[in-house]
């Protein structure tokens, strides 16, 4: 092209490596956005996004145990979502047809302690329940809220009946409580 020099290897290399941090930065910025603001967008080849059911987190960098199969945030994040989501659409459909739930965790301490085995499966112990911090808005199909507030949930079965209870996968207790929580609350007008 006119007024432009040909680009040398160094000059190629000089441009790589400032490119590098902005990228990163760039990121970094996306990464942390998609999580603090909302994890409603999965990763490719996960479930779609739910008309019923919107899940966000506020800062789960400091949730007290969110971490799944030892994973970092992100995933630990988008796995939780797509539970919450699968386990509490039957419900939405069933008893709030038409309306959306927006659930806001602000703190998750998922059931057990530590993890054991190749597998690493959470330890579930009678000492150590699961606990779900959150805001919630069941809103009707015109936008209007019909339920909000904040709430905490503790799973209370007992060590016994928790062995017994169908397990299907690392945060079926924190669901269970979700579904359990989402079936009695109680709506305005």
Same mark, same amino acid.
């Given at each position: 092209?006119?007024?432009?020099?040909?680009?040398?290897?160094?000059? &190629?290399? +000089?441009?790589?490596?400032?490119?590098?941090? @902005?990228?990163?930065?760039?990121?970094?910025?996306?990464? +942390?956005?998609? +999580?603090?603001?909302?994890?409603? @967008?999965?990763?490719?080849? &996960?479930?779609?996004?739910?008309?019923?059911?919107?899940? $966000?987190?506020?800062?789960?960098?400091?949730?007290? /145990?969110?971490? +799944?199969? $030892?994973?970092?945030?992100?995933?630990?994040?988008?796995?939780?979502?797509?539970? @919450?989501?699968?386990? =509490?659409?039957?419900?939405?459909?069933?008893? *709030?047809?038409?309306?959306?739930?927006?659930?806001?965790?602000?703190?998750? /301490?998922?059931?057990?302690?530590?993890?054991?085995?190749?597998? %690493?499966? $959470? @330890?579930?112990?009678?000492?150590?329940?699961?606990?779900?911090? *959150?805001?919630?808005?069941?809103?009707? $199909?015109?936008?209007?809220?019909?339920? %909000?507030?904040?709430?905490?949930?503790?799973?209370?079965?007992?060590?016994?009946?928790? &062995?017994?209870?169908?397990?299907?996968?690392?945060?079926? &207790?924190?669901?269970?409580?979700?579904?359990?929580?989402?079936?009695? =609350?109680?709506?305005?007008?």
């Amino acid at each position: 092209m006119f007024g432009t020099k040909p680009e040398t290897p160094i000059d &190629a290399k +000089i441009s790589a490596t400032m490119k590098r941090p @902005v990228y990163a930065t760039y990121a970094a910025a996306v990464l +942390i956005g998609s +999580i603090v603001c909302a994890t409603q @967008v999965m990763a490719a080849g &996960a479930a779609a996004v739910s008309a019923l059911v919107r899940v $966000q987190y506020v800062k789960p960098q400091n949730f007290t /145990d969110f971490r +799944i199969h $030892q994973r970092d945030i992100g995933y630990s994040a988008s796995y939780f979502t797509k539970e @919450v989501t699968r386990t =509490l659409e039957p419900v939405m459909s069933n008893r *709030f047809p038409g309306n959306v739930l927006t659930l806001q965790f602000t703190n998750i /301490d998922l059931a057990g302690s530590g993890t054991t085995g190749p597998r %690493s499966v $959470q @330890v579930v112990r009678s000492h150590t329940p699961a606990r779900v911090s *959150f805001n919630y808005q069941l809103q009707d $199909q015109s936008g209007r809220s019909i339920a %909000s507030g904040s709430q905490t949930l503790v799973n209370d079965v007992t060590f016994g009946r928790a &062995a017994n209870a169908p397990r299907s996968g690392p945060v079926s &207790a924190e669901t269970r409580m979700l579904q359990r929580w989402l079936q009695r =609350l109680r709506v305005t007008g």
